[in-house]
């Protein structure tokens, strides 16, 4: 069966499902760990080009563009709760898809953890480093946690010896990253120990959250990686496949064995047309998949 979406008949439905509308917008913490636990994962703020849910959105309740100034409320709030839910372990937050801000629920976190290079043990990151996988400013912020516990950025910096400016910043924030996007360290607070009264505080991840790889044992790739795309369809309804191949940047023969077995087992939805677009589209078959 042909389905068909209008561009704006596909973003009345994201509205509903991104809760961008008055009734589902978040007013409180809660609401706003809700809303994470519901979609699965999203960006904070969102990124050009990107199609995914935002924190910004469910706190707003519209399709309301992020201001420039800091001091609107509404900013203030979605800023808030970024770092208050990690701080209680509610949920991740950090430089995952795409390596842009993300916030995944603790449902999802396992599963993104299968597709990581990780097994689960402090000392994981020693066989990559062999392999020149791992840079080794990445190599001496991890140690720097694994040696002293969690630390504010500013303190990080010191002991890892990528204390500075220039340059030393540079390699710092992408051995941040680094770590991050493979989940070996991960944002567990804020600090008002610098300067400027504000900064990350880091530890590693599998302190973080203990369960989580032996949760990821039990899930193959194929699974997590049909549990993620399946969760995203369902956040947002439709997608051009090549914009949705983009965001989560697995190999390509990954992505197309993923998606060849998802049609195979009738989880998307065979003749999927959205306006203006030239490539193939996705969409689920049915709204709750079961993968």
Not at 61 to 80: F, H, K, L, M, Y
Not at 116 to 131: C, K, R
Not at 200 to 208: A, Q
């Amino acid at each position: 069966m042909r389905i068909e979406y209008t561009r704006e008949a596909l973003e009345a439905l994201r509205d509903e499902r991104y809760h961008r509308t008055p009734a589902l917008r978040a007013h409180t913490e809660e609401q706003a760990l809700a809303f994470v636990n519901d979609v699965g994962y999203c960006f904070l703020f969102g990124e050009k080009g990107v199609e995914i849910p935002t924190l910004w959105g469910a706190v707003v309740g519209s399709r309301r563009a992020v201001p420039r100034s800091n001091r609107d409320p509404d900013i203030g709030r979605a800023w808030t709760w970024k770092d208050s839910l990690p701080a209680k372990g509610l949920v991740l937050y950090g430089r995952l898809l795409r390596g842009k801000p993300t916030l995944v629920s603790l449902e999802m976190l396992p599963f993104f953890y299968a597709l990581s290079p990780n097994y689960g043990d402090l000392e994981d990151y020693l066989l990559q480093y062999e392999e020149g996988k791992l840079s080794v400013e990445a190599k001496n912020v991890y140690e720097a946690l694994l040696n002293e516990g969690a630390l504010a950025t500013s303190r990080l910096r010191q002991v890892a010896g990528i204390s500075g400016g220039g340059a030393n910043a540079r390699r710092f924030d992408r051995a941040i990253a680094e770590l991050q996007e493979e989940l070996k360290i991960t944002k567990v607070g804020v600090s008002d120990a610098n300067r400027w009264g504000y900064a990350y505080v880091y530890d590693l991840f599998v302190r973080r959250f203990p369960d989580v790889p032996e949760a990821a044992r039990e899930i193959s790739t194929d699974r997590a990686m049909a549990t993620l795309l399946a969760r995203y369809l369902q956040d947002v309804v439709a997608i051009e496949e090549a914009a949705a191949q983009r965001l989560f940047r697995w190999d390509p023969w990954e992505w197309e064995r993923t998606v060849a077995r998802m049609r195979e087992e009738g989880v998307l939805a065979e003749d999927v047309h959205i306006e203006g677009s030239q490539g193939a589209c996705l969409a689920l078959a049915s709204p709750s998949p079961s993968i």
